[in-house]
């Protein structure tokens, strides 16, 4: 092949990338002009409909989506990537591996989970605010249809939450060209009202968004909480780099997304700029829909509400990966996955956050009624992540990148300026709803450290107390009747005795001619390279210690690991194969590592969590648990 050749096929490897993001990635931020610009005037702060503040709210929307998407994420985070993965996980365990054992590792550890947890709430407002503003499309078709608004997102959504245990290859190929359409569409609406009003164009320059302050300064401040809007799905844009890469991406993004969404942005503004006042009260109400001709609406809906679909079930697959990443990284239980792609390892289906997001949804919807409302609950999961994006972005430029002081202090100190801004305009919002991703966010924050924290206590008292295996395999290898066969004892630490092999020699009295000390390890990579999966560590007359590597976007596959592993006194048989699990139970401890609720919640957790039987695919009729007691 010759280099021409090879540069082309590259080429178009980049463009296929770069169109299956718009489909997969996009879909959040994409379809924010269904209520962004519509919030900035009508929310709970409502502005004048004249040209200072029409100029000022598009002027701030473009720079917002200059400042935060493109400069911020897609510019400099996007290249902060561990090993090609992106994500604020992703990016605390990059910074673990640097700074993790400073003084202030600890800090970043909590930023990044809290941001985490604030991502659950975004997931389940996300499908309800998307598919509720483009479903309420069908009123400027028809007035009438008001009261079918609420039944019918409801449908929808029961619908998309429902068809997600049956996988998403399929339904992913049809994305791409329905969110390519979408965008194509919004943007030729734009351009038509541009032309009729191109004085919008003047909204280009910030001094129209400085201007909007100098005049309404408090109103103008409120109004960001509705401005950021328009910037929702940065996050996902971060977090999805791993998928596509970050060429393809930056490609779709500069390319095509940034220019359709800001032409419909610069379009509903020309739009209202051109009509008197009471036509432009009246379309303000839904200026998206109001910029089709009268006989498109219709259709309009109908493209919207596919967009929006596809939009929820983005960040939907991404709740399921952050929290199957979370799994691994040790913050969150075992819990039942399934996979719904032979090809794909990534296209999962976690059923509890499935369902569990599908309730929340329905509350949402029940409770808050129109889009409107959601939009005051939407905006401080979104800043709040951003907000810690940024202070975590600022300990990558000094402490990993090693910027010197005199560049790094004046790009933290811009976004600290600009997102703490946006943040602060939404805190305002918190009676008005405000108050739900906050409290979601506070929940998960609490699962999520209670998990990390019970788990390392107990391994640390398991630790003490453990006999080191070099010197059990010595005192059990004459001691104790041998048994045709292979016994597997799975354990949680790389070094000590696992509690089930010390119970089956104290209960059954016999050893297999095969013991395996199996250790699952996952490190702060994505990804290990085959020849670094297996570690095996021969102690004598039949005694091996396995460690076995994963990345935390791996899926731990036990018996497909041991098959490709001869270095261990031969092949494993299945069939011949025994797999002992230690299950145990808590005591509170007289002086307790952790408060007594947290002691609970921690047991409950455990009690609930998928048997390691499930999450490491162990075949289900050669496995045998044997419990213990332990204190923490």
């Known amino acids: 092949m010759s ?76 290249r902060a990537d561990n090993n090609g993965q992106g994500g604020s996980l992703a990016l605390v365990a990059l910074l673990s591996r640097h700074i993790g054992k400073s ?51 409801l449908v929808l959504l029961i619908f998309l939450f429902v068809l997600q245990k049956r996988g998403t290859a399929k339904v992913g190929a049809l994305f791409a060209p329905v969110m390519m359409f979408y965008f194509v569409v919004i943007a030729v609406l734009g351009v038509t009202k541009i032309v009729s009003a191109p004085e919008i164009l003047w909204a280009l320059n910030p001094w129209y968004a400085v201007q909007f302050f100098i005049v309404d300064k408090w109103l103008a401040f409120l109004a960001l909480g509705s401005v950021v809007l328009a910037v929702t799905g940065s996050e996902a844009l971060y977090s999805d780099m791993g998928h596509f890469g970050r060429g393809p991406m930056r490609l779709s993004w500069f390319g095509f997304v940034m220019p359709c969404l800001l032409l419909n942005y610069f379009g509903q503004g020309a739009m209202i700029l051109g009509l008197g006042d009471a036509e432009a009260a009246e379309a303000i109400q839904n200026p998206f829909f109001f910029m089709a001709p009268e006989d498109l609406r219709l259709p309009l809906v109908i493209l919207a509400t596919c967009a929006t679909f596809i939009a929820s079930q983005a960040v939907i697959s991404g709740a399921f990966s952050i929290t199957h990443q979370a799994i691994q990284l040790g913050f969150v239980p075992r819990l039942s996955i399934r996979h719904t792609s032979d090809q794909h390892s990534g296209q999962i289906y976690i059923p509890i956050i499935n369902w569990a997001l599908l309730a929340a949804v329905i509350l949402l919807v029940l409770t808050f009624r129109n889009s ?32 010197r002081w005199w560049m790094a202090i004046p790009v933290v100190l811009l976004f600290v300026v600009v997102d703490g801004a946006y943040f602060a305009a939404n805190l305002m919002k918190v009676p ?26 107990m391994k640390t008292h398991m630790a003490e107390v453990s006999l080191p295996l070099d010197i059990f395999a010595k005192s059990g290898r004459n001691s104790t009747a ?75 596959d ?3 690991a041991l098959a490709r592993l001869d270095m261990c ?23 307790p590592g952790m408060a007594i609720w947290r002691e609970k919640l921690f047991a409950w957790m455990m009690r609930n969590a998928a048997t390691p039987m499930e999450f490491f695919r162990l075949p289900t009729n050669r496995v045998v648990e044997l419990g213990s007691q332990v204190e923490i």
Do not use: C
């Open 372 to 403: 409107s409302n959601l939009a005051s609950a939407y905006g401080i999961a979104v800043t709040g992540a951003v907000t810690i994006d940024t202070l975590l972005m600022a300990v990558l430029l000094i402490g990993v990148w090693k910027w």
């Open 103 to 153: 003084s202030h590792g600890w800090l970043v550890v909590v930023l990044g989970v809290f941001a985490t947890a604030l991502f659950y709430g975004d997931s389940m407002i996300t499908p309800a605010i998307s598919v509720l503003s483009a479903v309420e499309g069908l009123t400027v078709v028809n007035h009438r249809l008001d009261p079918w608004v609420i039944p019918i997102a």
């Open 3 to 78: 280099a021409v050749e090879a540069k082309d096929g590259r080429q178009a490897a980049k463009l296929t990338l770069a169109a299956g993001a718009i489909g997969v990635v996009f879909g959040d931020i994409g379809t924010s002009p269904l209520y962004a610009f519509r919030e900035t005037f009508v929310g709970p702060h409502p502005l004048t409909l004249d040209d200072l503040h029409v100029l000022g709210v598009v002027s701030l929307i473009f720079w917002s989506m200059t400042l935060v998407v493109s400069i911020q994420y897609v510019s400099i985070l996007m």
């Open 432 to 457: 008005e709803g405000g108050w739900f991703p906050l409290l979601v966010g506070g929940v998960a924050f609490t699962l999520l450290t209670t998990w990390a924290k019970g788990r390392r206590l």
């Open 558 to 560: 036990v018996p497909a």
């Open 482 to 556: 041998k048994v045709p066969g292979t016994a597997i004892f799975m354990n949680s630490g790389s070094s000590g005795t696992p509690s089930a092999l010390l119970h089956n020699i104290k209960h059954n009295k016999v050893l297999h001619e095969r013991v395996v000390v199996l250790t699952v390890a996952i490190g702060d990579i994505p990804y290990v390279d085959e020849a670094g999966r297996v570690e095996v560590i021969p102690l004598g007359d039949g005694f091996y210690r396995v460690i076995l590597h994963y990345g935390f976007m791996e899926e731990t």
């Open 569 to 591: 006194g031969g092949p494993f048989e299945m069939m011949q194969t025994s797999f002992f699990l230690s299950r145990q139970t808590l005591l509170s401890a007289e002086k």
